[in-house]
């Protein structure tokens, strides 16, 4: 399994913590301010939390203009993340995917609105029968546009 970069700075639009609770490291990712990932051969990156990831990949990779969903780590505060260690609910990290889609034929606005249709993001720590931090609703937005969509779909 391929892992996500765990230090790629984003800010979490959804977050199950308690705030009285946070660690040092643990505010830290909250507080990172979004970065952009340039296109790579006309391709683009979006980073979406919601459950198991394995699920996740599949209703991404149905998709047209998806080119392919990749399942790892993301939100978190520790290092070297591996299933065993996120299954504790103690490292910060949400199973995670990165999807490599062509925007000239998906847009961000129509994978967020996949995001939304295909899980139940007020069902705090988990996903139907998957429970747990690391089964959380996250979108990690890169820019003040894909926030200010995520946040029109969100209301």
């Keep these: 399994m391929r892992k996500l970069i765990s230090t790629l700075a984003v800010v979490i639009l959804f977050s199950c913590q308690n705030n009285a609770q946070i660690t040092e490291k643990q505010k830290a990712v909250i507080d990172a ?78 994978l967020v609105d996949v995001y939304f249709a295909s899980q139940n993001p007020t069902q705090v720590n988990g996903q139907g029968p998957d429970n747990g931090s690391q089964y959380r609703s996250i979108i990690f937005y890169q820019n003040d546009a894909q926030k200010k969509i995520i946040e029109e779909k969100k209301s």
Excluded: M
């Design 33 to 110: 301010k979004p970065i952009e990932v340039p296109l790579q051969n006309g391709k683009a990156k979006a980073y979406f939390a919601s459950g198991c990831f394995w699920c996740v990949e599949a209703v991404f990779e149905s998709v047209k203009g998806v080119e392919e969903s990749i399942s790892g780590y993301a939100g978190g505060h520790t290092d070297d993340i591996t299933y065993e260690k996120s299954n504790t609910g103690r490292t910060g990290h949400a199973e995670a995917v990165e999807i490599i889609y062509d925007p000239e034929i998906v847009s961000f606005e129509t």
